[in-house]
C-alpha cells in the first residue's frame, strides 16, 4: 500500500525567503505525485502534478517539484514566498486508473514579514 | 466552468442523527471520491464511485456510513447515528476518467464542516 510522510508539521520562513517542503512516499510501482494548498476554511487546490517525464514539473503561483526516485522524494520549492502562501499544504500519491490518493499529514506554512 | 460543490458547507447535528452531505461533481467528470479530513490531519479516503457504482468503499469506517450516485452525477454521503468522532470536514472530488488505465487530476469541492454534539 501506498504511503506518504511529510517530516515536517509546521514551517516558518520570511517573506521574500526561499521555501522547500519535503514529502517522501512509499510505493512499489511509478506513482503519480500531487501538491495540494489549503487555505483556512478553503478546498484543495492542486498546485502541481507529476504523472511521467520531466521530473521537474512547474505549477502555479511561482512553485515547483522535483521528482527523485532514488530518494521517494518529491519535494515542494518556492524561490521567494509572499505572505499570501501561508497554508497547509498536501503531498499526495496515486496509482494508475483514477484510484484514490494517500495524503500525507501536511506541513503548515507561515510566513514573517 | 463551475467546479465541485458541496452542501451544506456547515452542518451541526446532535449525536445519533441521521445527517446527509451532498457533492456535485464537476460536469462530465465521471469518477467522485468522498474523504474525510480531521482536524490536523490530511484527507483520508472514504469511497470512490466510477459512474453510478462504488468501486471501492474500503475506506468507509463501519456500516453507518453510506454513500450513494444513482444517476453517475450528484452523489450523497449518508450517516447514521451520528457520534461525536464522526464530526470533520467532509471532501468530495471529481475526476476524468482517462483511457488506457492512466489517472486524471481529482479537483476537491470546498467541504461540508460535520460537528457532532
Known amino acids: 500500500a501506498q504511503s506518504v510522510t511529510q517530516p515536517d508539521i509546521h514551517i516558518t520562513v520570511s517573506e521574500g525567503a526561499s521555501l522547500e517542503l519535503r514529502c517522501n512516499y512509499s510505493y512499489g510501482a511509478t506513482p503519480y505525485l500531487f501538491w495540494y494548498v489549503q487555505s483556512p476554511g478553503q478546498g484543495l487546490q492542486l498546485l502541481l502534478k507529476y504523472f511521467s517525464g520531466d521530473t521537474l514539473v512547474q505549477g502555479i503561483k511561482g512553485f515547483e517539484a522535483e521528482f527523485k526516485r532514488s530518494q521517494s522524494s518529491f519535494n515542494l520549492r518556492k524561490p521567494s514566498v509572499h505572505w499570501s502562501d501561508a497554508a497547509e499544504y498536501f503531498c499526495a500519491v496515486g496509482t494508475s486508473g483514477n484510484t484514490p490518493l494517500v495524503f500525507g499529514k501536511g506541513t503548515r506554512l507561515s510566513v514573517i514579514a | 466552468g463551475a467546479g465541485v460543490s458541496q452542501t451544506p458547507s456547515n452542518k451541526v447535528t446532535e449525536k445519533g442523527k441521521y445527517v446527509e452531505l451532498r457533492c456535485d461533481p464537476i460536469s462530465g467528470h465521471t469518477a467522485l471520491y468522498w474523504y474525510r479530513q480531521s482536524l490536523g490531519q490530511g484527507p483520508e479516503f472514504l469511497i470512490y464511485f466510477q459512474g453510478t457504482g462504488a468501486a471501492d468503499d474500503s475506506g468507509l469506517p463501519n456500516d453507518r456510513f453510506f454513500a450513494v450516485r444513482p444517476e453517475g452525477s450528484v452523489s450523497t454521503l449518508k450517516i447514521q447515528r451520528t457520534e461525536r468522532g464522526d464530526s470533520a470536514v467532509y471532501l468530495c472530488?471529481?475526476?476524468?476518467?482517462?483511457?488506457?488505465?492512466?489517472?486524471?487530476?481529482?479537483?476537491f469541492g470546498p467541504g461540508t464542516r460535520l460537528t457532532v454534539l
Open positions: 472530488a471529481s475526476s476524468l476518467r482517462l483511457a488506457g488505465g492512466h489517472t486524471d487530476t481529482q479537483y
